[in-house]
């Protein structure tokens, strides 16, 4: 049983410019890949983590409601944990996704429209039980894999301009001696 209670309701939702404030994140980990080019080297393959659509097929990236009473950062690293029951480090802010709701329409925000701050987390523990687990199933897969697997084409748009982009950038300098990574600074929606 889990120990963990996922958070539900609106009323503690953020709203701006008649959009609802939501936080997702696409976890992340490496894999030793098998197609090393000698025994003596191995190559690190980098997997994205997905989760099943409660209402329809095509699978996700935790994302959720982004809430007053935390940051953004916090929101994104909770539906981790609620959706898809995975830890980690939130690294990079990966950028801003406008996206309509077919289903949430409220006051708030009657059309339905929807502003998604996207992360990339670095999992470093799966949680062996999760608010969701009931209702999710997680899968972790290749970029490409994952690209062809995307119910949605905002998530799409988050992992190969966001998180492609970044972690290209990231691996080549992290690869590269004495050089050190600078973190972006999350702009305000």
Same mark, same amino acid.
């Given at each position: 049983?889990?120990?963990?209670?996922?958070?539900? *309701? !609106?009323?503690?939702?953020?709203?701006?410019? *008649? !959009?609802?404030?939501?936080?997702?994140?696409?976890?992340?980990?490496?894999?030793?890949?098998?197609d090393a080019t000698s025994d003596d080297e191995q190559k690190k393959l980098v997997e994205v983590l997905m989760i099943n659509s409660q209402s329809e097929p095509g699978l996700l990236f935790p994302k959720g409601g982004w809430e007053n009473d935390e940051t953004v950062e916090q929101a994104a690293a909770r539906e981790a944990i609620e959706e898809a029951g995975v830890r980690g480090d939130i690294v990079q802010f990966l950028g801003f996704y406008d996206f309509k709701s077919k289903t949430l329409q409220y006051a708030c925000c009657p059309e339905g429209m929807c502003r998604a701050a996207v992360f990339a987390l670095h999992v470093k523990e799966e949680l062996a039980s999760w608010p969701e687990q009931s209702t999710r199933r997680r899968s972790w897969l290749t970029v490409s894999e994952a690209t062809s697997q995307c119910r949605y084409q905002w998530m799409q748009e988050a992992l190969l301009t966001g998180f492609s982009d970044w972690h290209d950038r990231w691996s080549k300098v992290r690869a590269t001696p004495r050089c050190r990574t600078h973190h972006r600074a999350l702009p305000s929606p």
């Open positions: 049983m889990c120990d963990l209670v996922a958070r539900t *309701g !609106r009323h503690q939702q953020r709203y701006e410019d *008649g !959009r609802r404030l939501v936080a997702g994140c696409i976890p992340f980990r490496y894999r030793v890949s098998n």
